[in-house]
């Protein structure tokens, strides 16, 4: 609609755990088989099966939810086209000496039986002893106690003291360590422990990493099992020794076999971290394994760089924070995963024949290649003469890899095909913020070192729609919404058998059934694409996370609907013969016609700013306060009276009006709510839009509108605004005071000015005010105000009263209810500018600030209006 090429590619990623985890369920529900049962190619050919129909109804919903995308580029980071650029990357990366392998501690998930990354890993903290699930055990499991045993001092009677929480590794400890400075331990320095049941010697050394305080202040080592003994471990070259088989079952007797030898001390409630696995829940198990890494110190530096350049832009400022602070302390990457759906590692061990096999593993005997010809070819150099075979590497690739490739690999690279050099770098990321590290640095820091440029210029994070009791939407909880629930409709029931299709056991359905019944009692209303789309740009506020909420969710489906009917009201009000006009006749407007107009160009220019400035929010208020506030509330029930007693001229005006006013709307609104407003504007009277040569035969072709300086008017909007003003005082004392028809109303000026600029609009606002009022009487400066009204001071200069004698039987007790209600806005003004007053405020979003500093300034009006008429119901005490 702006005129500038715009590329979306739709696609996918395989996600690699999570996919073969949910097949893996389901051929266990379904045929009560494993994978290793199946064998890897039949497992990975049914992988490939329910990909095929999941990713269709991914495909689908993205189609019915109005995606502008071009789906002849659709991708897949599994496709040809991504593979090719992962091999690639995966050899250029090691061929540059950033891709290894090495024996190292990883994050191993037993359930999964693959290594996981640490942003893939939850910590927990628990207060103390605690009883939690862990997936493969029948019985809940201890946690957050601290065991206390001895190691006997060897060829002394001496002793020292450990305190563990984890007692079941002490058959891999190595080493002890005490603090330097550690009086208590200090003669233990140097010396070795006997471990009771392997023999084995353990040297106590001194390191300062050691905290006096925690525990004994003496640190069993078992660099094997745990991230911070590795590194004391290395530092003191102590043994590792691995105790764990891949299930990470051990001995749970150690503490009874302690106690037989006289060597266990007492146990005790302690907090703890525990590290879970993110899709299972399951204890993750530090345990050492070979695996394929890349070294990410220099690529983050660089990654980092670009950000505080200002070459790419990250909103919100909390999004840049945290990828700033991620980078900076960012680790070497593990890209192995244990898996059989996703990219097979492209590296080959070398098998020799005739030679030993433990020499195989020597890193000189592993071959990196794109594909299998050039491995072969890499091969035959390196080991000239030999007879060897291949075997390559049965682990995959991390999936987010792959997918830190997307920007480039879905426009052709490493090729540089013309969709590269055209689109690349790209514009614009819109993404969640959860996966800005995961994703997003990755993308930058891998584009940066295999490309030389940035991925994209900007990056924008939206918030996370949460359930409605503010949890993560996930699969195992059952809270997932599918757009297409709300788009179409379901019914409650229809929601609980849904359940039952998936791979949740029994609880977890019984628990999500509990959630739904709740959530959505009566189901989920027909709400269509249009109220969801809508709904969701007016949660992203790029603050935090939102709870979602299917009122709001109809109230913007109301929203739809008043969209219709205000559109079906113009339509039918224009001639079989109308004409649209390139540009309105400004001498005939009424100030009804330029208040609108005023308004309508408002709306673009702020609407256009707050796109620009990411506010999309912002802009979702912005196009329902003109469509619903002031075209329809207002202008349509105002051109009723225009149009039945207006002259020709003024008729044709007022249609001229409604048709460009509803024919911006509806371009306004297209990009958020494509489907109603397409459907409607087709049915309009085709505009002339300045610069198209030919009529668009869709709104999508239609130009955006822009603001246009000759429609601003605004001395004669600031006049009808006051003609609104006293319309809504007028209302809201009717409401109040219970005068439904045939009201007797004043508005009186304090000054002659301010007379002579109400006058023309007295008319009007009877009109607005409809049955309500029968009467309406303007007041000058000079004239007096009869007895018995309700007050509400618009301005210095402007009043607005409603007779309400008749009403009031008892005087005092009309009085006294008024002062009830000033008493409860005085108290409400105390509250807002306490909170306005609080540290920290002037740090909340602008949208926070504006809608409580509005809080305080309506009960400051409310309180001048409430003492007004109290002096006005004063009267009607003296009068009596």
Known sequence: MCGVPTLWVPGCDHAGISTQSVVEKMLWKQEKKTRLELGRETFTQLVWDWKAEYHQRINNAQRLMGGSMDWSREAFTMDENCTRATMQAFCTLHEEGLIYRSDR?????????????????????????????????????EFGVMTYFKYPIDGTDLFVEVATTRPETMLGDSGIAVHPDDKRHSHLIGKYARHPFTNRLLKIVADEYVDPELGTGAVKLTPAHDYNDYQLGKRHGLEFINILNGDGRMNQNIVEELTKLGLFVKKESHAMTIPLCEKTRDVIEPLMKKQW???????????????????????????????????????????????????????????????????????????????????????????????????????????????????????????????????????????????????????????LKLTGKVPFKEVYCHSLVRDTEGRKMSKSLGNVIDPLDIINGIELEELHAKLKVGNLKEVEIARATKYQKTAFPGGIPECGADALR?????????????????????????????????????????????????????????????????????????????????????????????????????????????????????????????????????????????????????????????????????????????????????????????????TRALRSLAAEYNVKTGGVAFVKATDAASKEGIAP????????????????????????????????????????????????????????????????????????????????????????????????????????????????????????
Request: charged letters at 25%; proline letters at 5%.
């Open 534 to 726: 809508f709904t969701l740009l007016s949660y992203t506020t790029g603050g935090g996370d939102i709870n979602f909420d299917i009122k709001v969710m109809a109230a913007y489906r109301r929203f739809c609907n008043k969209i219709w009917q205000a559109s079906k009201y113009v339509m039918g009000r224009l001639p079989e013969n109308f004409k649209p006009v390139g540009q309105l006749d400004v001498a005939n407007l009424s100030t009804p016609e330029k208040w609108i107009l005023h308004c309508m160009n408002s709306a673009i220019r702020d609407f256009n700013a707050a796109l620009a400035s990411r506010e999309f929010s912002k802009a979702t208020q912005i196009a329902h306060k003109f469509f619903y506030d002031e075209l329809c509330d207002v202008f349509i029930e105002h051109s009723k009276s225009l149009l039945t007693a207006g002259n020709a001229t003024e008729q044709d005006s007022v249609q001229q009006t409604l048709h460009r006013a509803l024919d911006v709307a509806l371009r306004l609104l297209h990009p958020m709510m494509p489907f109603i407003t397409e459907e409607l504007w087709q049915r309009l009277p085709r505009a002339s839009y300045e610069n198209v040569t030919s009529a668009p035969e869709t709104i999508m072709l239609a130009p955006f509108p822009t603001a246009i300086d000759s429609l601003y008017f605004p001395a004669e909007a600031e006049a009808y605004e006051l003609t609104l003003q006293c």
């Open 105 to 141: 501690l990883v994050n191993w998930c037993t359930n999964l039986q693959t290594a996981l990354s640490g942003l893939e890993v939850d910590n927990k903290d628990i207060p103390g002893r605690t009883l939690l699930d862990v997936p493969g055990y029948e019985r809940k499991v």
């Open 293 to 447: 890494w890349v070294k990410m110190a220099d690529m983050a530096a660089e990654g980092l760089k670009v950000v505080e350049e200002g070459k790419i832009k990250m909103a919100p400022e909390t999004a840049e924070k945290s990828y700033k602070r991620w980078l900076s302390g960012i680790t070497d990457w593990c890209i192995s995963r244990q898996l059989w759906w996703g990219h097979r590692i492209p590296a080959y061990r070398v098998v020799i024949e005739g030679e030993d096999a433990s020499a195989e593993e020597d890193d000189a005997h592993w071959i990196v290649g794109r594909t299998p010809e050039e491995a072969q070819a890499k091969a035959a150099a390196a080991f000239p003469g030999k007879q060897f075979t291949l075997e390559q590497d049965p682990d995959c690739l991390d999936t987010w890899f792959s997918s830190g490739l997307w920007p480039m690999a879905i426009l052709g690279w490493p090729e540089k095909t013309p969709d590269y050099e055209h689109f690349f770098p790209t514009s614009l990321l819109e993404t969640g913020w959860d996966i800005m590290f995961f994703w997003v640095a990755r993308m930058i820091m891998l584009s």
């Open 761 to 880: 609009q007295i008319s009007s606002i009877q009109t607005l005010c409809g049955k309500v009022l029968a009467e309406l009487s303007l007041l000058g400066p000079e004239d007096a105000v009869p007895t018995g009204c309700a007050v509400f001071v618009l301005t210095n200069s402007v009043i607005v009263f409603l007779q309400v004698a008749d009403a009031i039987s008892d005087v005092d007790a009309a009085i006294k209810k008024v002062q009830v209600k000033l008493q409860k806005k005085q108290v409400v003004i105390k509250k807002q500018k306490d909170l306005i007053a609080r540290d920290g405020f002037d740090k909340s979003s602008d949208v926070v600030q504006t809608a409580e500093r509005a809080k305080l300034e309506e009960a400051n009006t409310a309180v001048n209006n409430y003492e007004r008429t109290i002096e006005e119901f004063e009267k009607l005490k003296l009068k009596a």
